[in-house]
């Protein structure tokens, strides 16, 4: 089994993250909202939303403005804002129910251990914060249930919503090309027999036959470098005359039309006539205009997968302690990945082979691409439990056509992602049950 799936768009951390940030507001900022009493500002469906939930919203969004420098609305109207957003949510959270979208205990520790993580501490010190502001850690993880149900559905439903047709696909594609154009890159090697200024006809023409010779013998398959070697006076004959990758807008047009139709290895037909010389030319390699590129990485990792037995933040001690005996020698990773490793990767050492951008679950992808070639990740947690990451390579490669399509296909999903989810959740809304409570006297 592949340990690491794409997993389109995963924003339950951030949601976790969020109710995070609520749950630990300073005591002060809870204090201004208790203090003018908690009731029931509205009912949906079976849910409640209350003062108390608004209240911490807003001061939430309040805190957030001020660390980026953005501007609220009026009170009014990030009121309402905030209690439109909370609604939204309740109506999600029942139409998830009502589908049967089930989340397993072992989700939810694996939330857990994401939310400590980006906020850089301990689920142990997590739990001790949340006790310390009266927040009740079951409520918690009801709390991360709810999101991560969120999420489920809201994936679902909305993809199924997004239509994106092959024409839709040609069309952006097209576009991608247009602004690529002209930047298209190549690497010629030369054989040059300079021609002097005021040289006679019969000078020239020996000079001629000399390159002409040297066409013959590389066309005959002796090695382009060796009658380098022999026969040019380019400055880059060290090199076996190679002038490096470069746009095709920097290289002189001459050359440029007469590699036109030559394949990459080819040496060019004919002489090439300038006002330095004779030319032989071989194109050593060429990179159309807007040929999409993409890195791909070779990495292997070690999978603990949390479960009764095996906490979450016990596998994060083991895979730490593994990390701690591979850079000090006494073990290596392919021996540790075989024996411990609970993914189908562990009887090849844990080699997971080549993969491209997206490939990976987002929290995977993102610690081995922060990685150098060589280098060893802290534990990472994802929906499949806790890795240690290690790269082994990585190359630059072109995209092949169906790859690119499928690429396209995601940019367009993802643009049209926002509106389908405005639609959807008005939907669902106009469906459910919403009573606004007035507060009490």
């Given at each position: 089994?592949?340990?690491?799936?794409?997993?389109?768009?995963?924003?339950?951390?951030?949601?976790?993250?969020?109710?995070?940030?609520?749950?630990?507001?300073?005591?002060?900022?809870?204090?201004?909202?208790?203090?003018?009493?908690?009731?029931?500002?509205?009912?949906?469906?079976?849910?409640?939303?209350?003062?108390?939930?608004?209240?911490?919203?807003?001061?939430?969004?309040?805190?957030?403005?001020?660390?980026?420098?953005?501007?609220?609305?009026?009170?009014?109207?990030?009121?309402?804002?905030?209690?439109?957003?909370?609604?939204?949510?309740?109506?999600?959270?029942?139409?998830?129910?009502?589908?049967?979208?089930?989340?397993?205990?072992?989700?939810?520790?694996?939330?857990?251990?994401?939310?400590?993580?980006?906020?850089?501490?301990?689920?142990?010190?997590?739990?001790?914060?949340?006790?310390?502001?009266?927040?009740?850690?079951?409520?918690?993880?009801?709390?991360?249930?709810?999101?991560?149900?969120?999420?489920?559905?809201?994936?679902?439903?909305?993809?199924?919503?997004?239509?994106?047709?092959?024409?839709?696909?040609?069309?952006?594609?097209?576009?991608?090309?247009?602004?690529?154009?002209?930047?298209?890159?190549?690497?010629?090697?030369?054989?040059?027999?300079?021609?002097?200024?005021?040289?006679?006809?019969?000078?020239?023409?020996?000079?001629?036959?000399?390159?002409?010779?040297?066409?013959?013998?590389?066309?005959?398959?002796?090695?382009?470098?060796?009658?380098?070697?022999?026969?040019?006076?380019?400055?880059?004959?060290?090199?076996?005359?190679?002038?490096?990758?470069?746009?095709?807008?920097?290289?002189?047009?001459?050359?440029?039309?007469?590699?036109?139709?030559?394949?990459?290895?080819?040496?060019?037909?004919e002489l090439l006539r300038t006002g330095a010389g004779f030319h032989v030319l071989k194109v050593l390699d060429r990179r159309e205009a807007g040929e999409p590129r993409i890195?791909?990485?070779?990495?292997?990792?070690?999978?603990?997968?949390?479960?009764?037995?095996?906490?979450?933040?016990?596998?994060?001690?083991?895979?730490?302690?593994?990390?701690?005996?591979?850079?000090?020698?006494?073990?290596?990773?392919?021996?540790?990945?075989?024996?411990?490793?609970?993914?189908?990767?562990?009887?090849?050492?844990?080699?997971?082979?080549?993969?491209?951008?997206?490939?990976?679950?987002?929290?995977?992808?993102?610690?081995?691409?922060?990685?150098?070639?060589?280098?060893?990740?802290?534990?990472?947690?994802?929906?499949?439990?806790?890795?240690?990451?290690?790269?082994?390579?990585?190359?630059?490669?072109?995209?092949?056509?169906?790859?690119?399509?499928?690429?396209?296909?995601?940019?367009?999903?993802?643009?049209?992602?926002?509106?389908?989810?405005?639609?959807?959740?008005?939907?669902?809304?106009?469906r459910a049950y919403v009573e606004m409570r007035e507060p009490p006297p």
């Amino acid at each position: 089994m592949n340990p690491c799936p794409s997993f389109p768009r995963v924003l339950a951390a951030g949601l976790a993250l969020l109710w995070l940030a609520l749950a630990l507001q300073p005591a002060q900022a809870q204090g201004r909202s208790s203090r003018s009493g908690d009731y029931i500002a509205a009912v949906v469906n079976q849910e409640l939303v209350t003062a108390g939930e608004v209240a911490r919203r807003i001061e939430a969004a309040r805190a957030e403005a001020a660390r980026v420098g953005q501007r609220l609305p009026p009170d009014p109207e990030l009121r309402q804002q905030v209690m439109d957003l909370l609604i939204d949510e309740r109506v999600i959270i029942t139409t998830a129910r009502e589908s049967g979208v089930r989340i397993e205990e072992p989700e939810i520790d694996r939330a857990v251990q994401n939310v400590a993580a980006q906020n850089q501490i301990t689920p142990m010190v997590l739990r001790q914060r949340l006790a310390a502001e009266g927040i009740d850690y079951s409520r918690f993880r009801a709390q991360l249930r709810d999101q991560l149900m969120m999420e489920r559905v809201r994936e679902r439903e909305v993809y199924r919503r997004i239509q994106v047709s092959d024409e839709d696909i040609d069309k952006l594609l097209a576009e991608q090309r247009r602004a690529a154009q002209g930047g298209a890159e190549i690497n010629i090697a030369q054989i040059l027999v300079p021609v002097p200024e005021g040289v006679t006809p019969d000078a020239e023409a020996q000079l001629r036959a000399r390159a002409q010779a040297a066409l013959k013998r590389v066309q005959g398959g002796e090695d382009f470098a060796r009658v380098v070697l022999d026969v040019s006076s380019d400055a880059n004959r060290e090199q076996g005359g190679a002038l490096g990758m470069r746009p095709a807008a920097r290289l002189p047009d001459a050359f440029v039309a007469a590699t036109a139709g030559v394949a990459v290895g080819q040496v060019a037909p004919e002489l090439l006539r300038t006002g330095a010389g004779f030319h032989v030319l071989k194109v050593l390699d060429r990179r159309e205009a807007g040929e999409p590129r993409i890195t791909q990485t070779r990495a292997r990792h070690v999978l603990l997968r949390p479960s009764q037995q095996l906490s979450a933040e016990v596998a994060s001690r083991r895979l730490a302690d593994y990390k701690r005996q591979i850079e000090t020698g006494q073990a290596n990773f392919e021996d540790i990945a075989r024996q411990f490793s609970e993914d189908g990767s562990a009887a090849a050492g844990g080699d997971l082979g080549w993969s491209s951008p997206g490939t990976m679950v987002p929290e995977f992808e993102e610690a081995m691409n922060a990685l150098p070639v060589g280098g060893l990740s802290a534990p990472v947690p994802s929906r499949f439990g806790v890795h240690l990451i290690q790269v082994l390579e990585r190359r630059d490669v072109a995209i092949d056509p169906k790859a690119l399509r499928e690429q396209a296909r995601n940019v367009l999903r993802e643009q049209r992602f926002e509106q389908a989810f405005l639609d959807w959740t008005k939907e669902i809304r106009s469906r459910a049950y919403v009573e606004m409570r007035e507060p009490p006297p």
